[in-house]
């Protein structure tokens, strides 16, 4: 941090720690206030939608889940539930099921890689999870055992923990036969109880008195908490399907960022993730989810993005919940004599045609929305793909700016630590941000 003549402070960091990708943060501000705040996505442009194009669109899934190594299985079930609507493909429910188990394995894997590795450490006073490593093994252990928990759903119906291989326009591959998913029941039933730790831990952190007035936007269905499908809802009457994405959001290039910046249409900046789906869906979370937030007596509606930490742990126990839900169902269907084998996809002749589909899809860090166009051959004409963290970024520079102002009070290095803890507050994803086509700069 610097200071000049007319004092003047800069906060500067070049590269942030404990983040996705790679970015940096400048802050310019004196006693009355912020004069500029710039969260920089310097990350080169990945151009996924220009790769996508010429291609089938069988290949849509296995393209776009190199999209990210944390959260793959959101973006090839944005891109499969797109295809099949364009092609009005219907999978049936127990491939609808097992890919909301899927979902469940990537939400618990990628929370909990952020509650316990990249953002506790600011709560609890470290510079790196190695470091807290050090006072808190057991708490570490607990971490990694989750994660691998999460893991091993992914691997099972994926093929593989990392870029699945399994997942497939009208459903998968192959479906694991009721044993080898039953096999998972037993770690799953730990890593509930474990889960239920996790929040009871970060309900103990202190936290800083920030609340903000977002519009808060995230899928909502009509009977369960948001995974694949549902409307698009906000907190300020936004009611939409995928299909009009388009119509009420807009994407703008500002010329710090290698990302765009998402914004409501005449309405600005808004907030997807964990914190929307939570004060939007608290109703269609499990029972047992519901009494745990309760016994922690946390609010049904949270407006501090630094609690984000326990919404995020809440949404662990559900996955973990909803995980055992599913599972439960199949041991039923293994025991009756009437059972028989799911089919795996969808087998009736795809028929392909000139047409567009759309899908919106809860990743863990917020809404991911897709949008393709194809040729009557199947081919990839057309790509939009829009990530959390674009979305988010605008949401992330506006807050940066309140808190400094109420800020001022601290200690230039304390001021500093704060705004990068409050960057993680959103888990950016910064890799999967930078993918955009076109980049139009304007010089003075």
Request: charged share 25%; hydrophobic share 35%; net charge negative.
């Amino acid at each position: 941090m610097t200071q000049n003549k007319s004092k003047t402070k800069t906060i500067k960091v070049d590269y942030l720690a404990r983040v996705e990708g790679e970015g940096a943060l400048f802050v310019k501000y004196d006693d009355n206030g912020v004069q500029d705040v710039k969260l920089k996505i310097f990350e080169p442009p990945r151009f996924f939608e220009a790769f996508l194009r010429g291609r089938d669109y069988m290949e849509s899934p296995d393209i776009t889940s190199r999209i990210c190594g944390i959260c793959p299985v959101a973006y090839q079930m944005s891109a499969v539930h797109a295809m099949e609507n364009a092609l009005n493909i219907t999978p049936s429910s127990k491939i609808r099921e097992l890919r909301r188990l899927i979902y469940c394995g990537e939400w618990i894997e990628s929370h909990i890689l952020h509650i316990y590795m990249l953002h506790a450490p600011d709560f609890l006073g470290y510079d790196s999870a190695v470091l807290m490593a050090k006072d808190h093994p057991k708490v570490i252990e607990r971490g990694l055992r989750l994660k691998k928990a999460g893991n091993a759903i992914v691997a099972l119906l994926g093929g593989r923990e990392v870029h699945p291989i399994n997942i497939r326009v009208g459903g998968f591959y192959r479906i694991p036969e009721a044993r080898e998913l039953l096999s998972l029941k037993e770690e799953l039933k730990w890593g509930r109880d474990a889960a239920k730790e996790t929040v009871l831990w970060t309900a103990g952190f202190d936290f800083p008195d920030f609340e903000r007035d977002y519009e808060f936007v995230s899928l909502v269905h009509e009977h369960e908490y948001p995974l694949n499908e549902g409307r698009l809802i906000s907190n300020q009457g936004l009611n939409i399907s995928p299909i009009e994405y388009d119509n009420y959001f807009l994407e703008t290039h500002v010329e710090h960022t290698n990302a765009l910046h998402s914004s409501i249409i005449g309405r600005g900046a808004y907030l997807a993730g964990p914190l929307a789906r939570y004060n939007l869906n608290f109703d269609k979370l499990s029972p047992l989810t519901q009494d745990v937030a309760n016994e922690i007596q946390f609010s049904t509606y949270c407006r501090n993005p630094f609690q984000s930490i326990i919404v995020r742990s809440l949404e662990v126990l559900y996955a973990f919940d909803e995980a055992l839900r599913i599972l439960e169902q199949y041991e039923k269907l293994d025991l009756s004599p009437k059972h028989s084998p799911a089919q795996s996809y969808v087998e009736a002749p795809i028929t392909t045609k000139e047409a567009t589909g759309y899908a919106i899809t809860e990743a863990p860090r917020g809404l991911l929305y897709h949008r393709y166009s194809i040729d009557s051959n199947g081919k990839i004409t057309d790509a939009k793909i829009v990530p959390p963290t674009s979305q988010n970024q605008q949401t992330i520079e506006n807050d940066l700016k309140e808190l400094v102002t109420k800020s001022l009070h601290l200690p230039e290095s304390e001021l500093t630590r704060r705004c990068e803890q409050a960057i993680r507050n959103y888990d950016p994803c910064i890799s999967c941000s930078t993918h955009f086509l076109k980049l139009h700069l304007e010089k003075a």
